[in-house]
């Protein structure tokens, strides 16, 4: 797909415009796992913005996938046991952390917050050292 760098370059300026918005509108900071999880137990008030914008990420994700129909699939064939262990390590993670690659990785860096600067290369590193293994010690995917 020859547009897919585009693709990439429009999504990370939504990504940078919605947080903007966000910030402006609500003053808040669009990091997801804080926007999950404080829609399920947070306060009442703020409860209803929290699940429009989750509602947006969905919506968001099926029209690109119905104006895009020769999109690259997602991966499938993952045993459930594994992909609900990872969801729940990297949602222990993000709490651990205070935030996710959202939350640090835009807004705080956005915001030269030294500390998302310090969380980031974490999960980055985290990253690379967690494909590395299972790629070339484990010979997955």
Known sequence: ???????????????????????????????????????????????????????????????????????????????????IIAGLVTGMGTRLGSGCTSGHGICGISRLSGRSVAATLVFMASAMVTVFVARHLLGAG
């Open 1 to 83: 797909m020859d547009a897919l760098p585009w693709f990439a370059i429009g999504g990370g300026a939504l990504i940078g415009l919605s947080a903007t918005l966000l910030m402006l509108a609500n003053g808040r900071i669009a990091g997801i796992s804080g926007i999950f999880f404080n829609s399920l137990g947070g306060p009442v008030n703020e409860r209803l913005w929290r699940l429009l914008f989750l509602a947006g990420l969905i919506i968001g994700a099926a029209v690109t996938l119905a104006w895009l129909p020769d999109y690259p699939p997602a991966r499938e064939g993952f045993p459930l046991a594994l992909v």
